[in-house]
């Protein structure tokens, strides 16, 4: 706006210097300058370097005529660029939900029931040659029966180390070698295991229920932060979807601690 009023003041000034001096030019013989197409004011002909002002002005009006546009004008016709983050954001969130669900299961793996099953010494570290490793990673535990493991080391000579790892272990099983391999009977599971189970159970199930929510609650500040670039109806319809899957993974998350707690108390 500031250089539209300069230009204004000039083309004034300009305006009145050749009202001005109109008498003079008329009074005055231009017959001695040599003419050119080109006819200024008062229907006089002069050649470019004789009124330099004029070229000035017809420019200027050049100018104005194209309308530009100053950096001002410009900043202000600006656009915020929309980023679509959604997908991205429910991405992230399915996948940390999942990971909590998967966590549990391992968890869960680790309780002993009245049954016999495979995972239940996944956790157990067993120490062999000064290191220490998952039993898992040593030998191949199967299920003879419903109440029977069998434990086949990878190794025959860490048969001693895996006999002691698991009779070390809260289990409560005490394994008999039979030729290079172990077997382990399940005991039945008093009213207190019962119990003190079915606690762990619960306990377990609201610690991966509150890592789900973590998850939702991440998703939502994300969407927060994006601020302006995302749009409102979008950001709503992202939070309903994300929701959607806290509640479908808090019900999984539930189911599977129920199916437990029903194998730990039949025994």
Known sequence: ???????????RNT????????SALQSRNWSHIPCFSKTGFLGTHFNDSAFPALDFLRDSRRGFAKGKRSKDDSAAGSTVEVVDIGPAVKETAVSQMEAAIVALSRELT????????????DH???????????????????????KTLSINPYDPNTLKELESAIVSSPLGLNPKVDGQRLIAVIPPLTKEHVQAMCK??????EDVKQSIRRARQKALDTTKKAGS???????????KEVDDFTKKYIKSAEDICKAKEKE????
């Open 1 to 11: 706006m500031a250089m539209y009023l300069r230009r204004a003041v000039s083309h």
């Open 15 to 22: 305006i009145l210097l050749l009202r001005n001096g109109s």
């Open 110 to 121: 680790k309780l002993r029931t009245g049954r016999a099953s495979p995972g239940m010494l």
């Open 124 to 146: 157990i570290i067993v120490e062999t040659g000064g290191v220490k490793m998952p039993l898992n990673h040593l030998a191949v535990v199967s299920v003879l029966d419903s």
């Open 200 to 205: 762990v159970v619960n306990k377990t199930s």
């Open 229 to 239: 670039s995302f749009p409102k109806d979008e950001a709503k319809r992202l939070e």
């Open 264 to 267: 730990i108390k039949e025994g």
